[in-house]
């Protein structure tokens, strides 16, 4: 999204002309296909020439723009450095994940690495405190740029959203919109304001509260039965499709119905039929099919830990407004090409592997 900003900015135009399958971990070395809506490939191919840290090519035209979800999966290259492990622990390591999987957490591409992770935002967003959101958007952090630092410190002192705006020199990132819709006629207008934030970041900050109780309640639900499938799991009913996709509910209408019908219930009969890989966990929303279970009273808990119920995700304010959705619990990945590259000397240097991972959620969000 950082680069999808960077790149709008650049061109003069909102970051919806850019469409794309799924965000990316701006840490690692990536690569996807994007949708350019009316740009010309000679304008998309001046940004190698403007960004050293951006490459694009392989420009061909499509009579359809990409949406989130139209992705098979993901394929990474990953390696591990400076492992203290001998080869023989490594090696049952990977088959171990290789067999079992792994716990299917979000992580810091959700959240960011920021001292106010983005669920806080989320949750105050949810709770419908603008004020409390924008303050949390602003706070200074030690490690922002000189003048992002002091642009923050005078919002934070002063609430002079113009004075704010003057000392900063970059006005596209997210900190820089969101003074610029301060500075304009929504000082008293805080909603409004929030709205110069591009809608994707927007959203990202709601969904991160969704990943946050999810990632509670997986803990919870390991801790307490470890790999067992329950009675009342949820797993993915035949009708079910994996979508990955926020823009559903324009396209089909009826969300509720949809996130009913595509898992269901499992009874005590069928539990030999399913691995612990085929159940599925909520992500929290006004329409999801909770589990029935113990499960569902540990979202009621950790909500009621925040503050929360279930009436804040069904806000009247449509953006603020989250049906849910469904992630699977326990992912096995199917591991490709493994390499331990080991020094002449005998220490273990590092490890490699290729990942591909399957969609990992049913219907966003």
């Known amino acids: 999204m950082d680069t999808i900003n960077c790149i709008s900015s650049y061109f003069r135009v909102q970051p919806k002309v850019f469409s794309y399958a799924g965000?990316?971990?701006?840490?690692?070395?990536?690569?996807?296909?994007?949708?350019?809506?009316?740009?010309?490939?000679?304008?998309?191919?001046?940004?190698n020439k403007e960004f050293n840290n951006i490459k694009v090519g392989n420009i061909i035209y499509k009579n359809e723009q990409l949406k989130l979800g139209d992705l098979w999966g993901n394929h990474f290259a990953i390696v591990l450095r400076q492992l203290d492990g001998d080869p023989e622990t490594i090696g049952k390591a990977i088959d171990s994940l290789s067999a079992k999987g792994f716990i299917n957490y979000y992580g810091m591409q959700r959240f960011g690495t920021q001292c106010i992770p983005t669920h806080s935002i989320g949750r105050m967003l949810l709770h419908s405190n603008w004020a409390g959101a924008i303050d949390l958007i602003l706070t200074p952090r030690q490690e922002d740029p000189e003048d992002l630092l002091a642009a923050k410190q005078i919002w934070t002192q002063s609430k002079d959203a113009k004075l704010a705006l003057q000392n900063l020199k970059r006005k596209f990132g997210i900190e820089g919109k969101l003074l610029s819709g301060l500075a304009s006629t929504h000082e008293k207008d805080l909603y409004n304001a929030l709205g110069a934030i591009p809608r994707n970041m927007r959203l990202m900050y709601l969904h991160s509260y969704q990943s946050y109780i999810w990632n509670k309640v997986a803990s919870k639900r390991i801790k307490e039965y470890g790999l067992k499938v329950l009675k009342g799991d949820l797993v993915s009913s035949e009708a079910g499709?994996?979508?990955?996709?926020?823009?559903?509910?324009?396209?089909?209408?009826?969300?509720?119905?949809?996130?009913?019908?595509?898992?269901k219930v499992i009874s005590e009969d069928e539990i030999d039929k399913y691995d612990i890989s085929d159940v599925l966990l909520p992500l929290p929303g006004h329409s999801i099919v909770f589990p029935d279970n113990e499960t569902k009273d540990w979202y009621d808990e950790f909500l009621k830990e925040d503050g929360m119920n279930w009436s804040n995700f069904d806000s009247k304010i449509k953006a603020n407004s989250?049906?849910?959705?469904?992630?699977?619990?326990?992912?096995?990945?199917?591991?490709?090409?493994?390499?331990?590259?080991?020094?002449?000397?005998?220490?273990?240097?590092?490890?490699?592997?290729?990942?591909?991972?399957?969609?990992?959620?049913?219907?966003?969000?």
């Open 23 to 47: 965000s990316k971990d701006k840490r690692g070395k990536t690569s996807q296909l994007v949708s350019a809506y009316k740009i010309k490939p000679e304008r998309l191919l001046s940004i």
């Open 241 to 263: 499709v994996i979508v990955d996709n926020s823009e559903v509910e324009k396209e089909e209408g009826n969300r509720k119905a949809m996130l009913s019908s595509i898992v």
């Open 322 to 365: 989250l049906s849910g959705a469904y992630r699977k619990l326990i992912v096995v990945p199917k591991m490709g090409t493994t390499e331990l590259i080991i020094d002449k000397s005998g220490p273990l240097k590092a490890f490699e592997a290729g990942i591909s991972i399957a969609p990992l959620c049913l219907c966003n969000y």
